[in-house]
């Protein structure tokens, strides 16, 4: 076995792609994690180190944007009895095939008090939307097409209706017993009246990952600071609470730390030993005062990955400090929501269960020319149009790189260009990742 991963790790195979194969990595248990690896590769990492949390009741309401952690069954037939469609009268469509028929009424059937008796020929029963539909009926014609004279006991029916007309027959939407939502899935808005209609007055959903965000670096102050000489506001703990948020997590934000591996190392003991995630910004690049890797390293943690060929967003370091997963990211704010969205949302996604970590991903047509890099793959922000065509546009923002975290407020996407594409003209496809709003 070592004798296998040492011969797939020779330099001869890492040096022509440079890059490692998933395999290399996978067979080689002294893997090196500053080789700089893809961004596929750093995500099929990410995905085998994030471990399921426990499931958790939560009651409907409060259920919104969780992760289903179990599949949801009806328990009742849909509709439950043949129901009808519109207010009006039940009739038999053979009494009514020459109009205007006159039927004599013999009942009525109301939402939640139905007429239990056989609608006979020659009969109708004036019903309601939602009311069942008398045995011996067989359609409902709608109130407006009929006219009944007050208190002679008969409708006359104007026109005809054909069998099975604003009836929905019992069981036609969903049978008792089928599985109609799948554990994984995304709790959203549209399956609120699923839960509730199927009793599901608590929902088992994954727990809420635990996340504690560190931004790093000397130059920070707090945002109700007015930054001193050589200083900026911190936007970075901001950014990832968002996310993290977003991404169904609880988050503590821990003080602002400087360049200071002593500093940094109390701060990374302290937040492991009570977050689940622990993610860091700053301080990851070549730097002379760039330490969090070095903190992390002296506490112990094992690195997974400390350099991908991702732009932005290079330097991006993964590693595990006892149970908590710790993201480094780097400090540029806009490397710090690539990098998010492509690994640490994935992650905690995946801790809560769900069977779609990554960002939706699609493919849109390029509004502008767009530079991409030879050794890296990048992922631009961008804003997605539909044009009048129908067609979905890519329309690359205009930014002055991975600083310009103003320019940034205005992406909605990612777009993916890969590596060894030197440009990608207007009009060609692309694919784009769907930025959380
Ligand atoms: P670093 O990765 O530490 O070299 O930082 C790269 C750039 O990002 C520098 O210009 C930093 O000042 C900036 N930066 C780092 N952390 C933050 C933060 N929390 N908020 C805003 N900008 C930051
Ligand atoms: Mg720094």
Redesign the pocket.
């Known amino acids: 076995m070592l004798q296998k991963a040492a011969r797939n790790t020779s330099v001869k195979s890492i040096s022509r792609s440079g890059l490692l194969s998933w395999e290399d990595l996978l067979d080689n248990p002294q893997r090196n994690p500053t080789i700089m690896i893809s961004v596929s590769q750093a995500i099929q990492i990410v995905r085998q180190q994030s471990h399921l949390l426990a499931t958790e009741p939560v009651a409907l309401a409060n259920t919104l944007s969780r992760i289903l952690a179990e599949d949801i069954v009806a328990d009742s037939d849909l509709p439950p009895f043949d129901r009808a469609q519109m207010d009006g009268y039940a009739v038999r469509a053979a009494d009514v095939s020459n109009t205007p028929a006159r039927l004599r009424i013999v009942g009525e059937s109301a939402a939640g008090a139905g007429w239990h008796h056989e609608m006979k020929a020659g009969e109708a029963v004036r019903i309601m939307t939602g009311a069942p539909v008398p045995a011996g009926a067989d359609a409902v014609q709608q109130v407006e097409l009929t006219r009944e004279h007050d208190g002679l006991g008969f409708v006359e029916i104007l026109e005809p209706v054909e069998p099975g007309r604003s009836i929905v027959k019992q069981a036609a939407e969903i049978r008792a017993g089928e599985t109609v939502l799948r554990a994984g899935e995304d709790i959203n808005t549209a399956m609120i009246a699923t839960l509730a209609s199927f009793g599901y007055a608590q929902v088992k959903v994954g727990r809420r990952p635990r996340v504690a965000v560190m ?3 000397s ?2 102050v707090n945002v109700d600071e007015k930054p001193g000489a050589d200083q ?6 901001y950014t990832i609470a968002a996310y993290a948020t977003q991404a169904g997590a609880t988050v503590e934000s821990l003080p602002l730390a400087g360049d200071d591996t002593e500093e940094l190392k109390r701060q990374i003991a302290a937040a492991a030993g009570r977050s689940d995630v622990l993610i860091t ?5 070549m ?1 002379v005062y ?1 330490f969090t890797k070095a903190a992390l390293k002296e506490l112990g943690a094992e690195i997974f990955f400390e350099r991908v060929a991702l732009r932005p967003g290079k330097p991006t370091v993964f590693g595990r400090l006892g149970d908590t997963l710790v993201f480094g990211l ?4 806009v490397s710090v929501a690539v990098t998010f969205n492509l690994f640490a949302r994935a992650a905690l996604r995946i801790m809560q269960g769900a069977q779609q970590p990554q960002l939706p991903e699609e493919t849109a047509v390029l509004a502008s020319n767009l530079k991409g890099s030879i050794d890296r793959e990048s992922y631009l922000p961008a804003v997605l149009r539909t044009d009048e065509k129908g067609t979905l546009l890519a329309e690359p923002l205009k930014w002055g790189g991975s ?1 310009d975290f103003v320019a940034f407020a205005r992406a909605t996407a990612l777009v993916n260009v890969p590596a060894g594409v030197k440009t990608l003209e207007k009009g060609q496809s692309v694919k784009v990742a769907r930025l959380p709003g």
């Not at 900026?232 to 703990?237: A, E, P, W």
């Not at 910004?281 to 690049?285: A, R």
Request: cysteine-free; aromatic content about 0%; proline content about 9%.
């Open positions: 931004a790093t670096g130059e920070l900026i506001r911190d936007s970075n703990n910004s700053g301080g990851v690049s730097g760039d780097p400090g540029n704010p600083s």
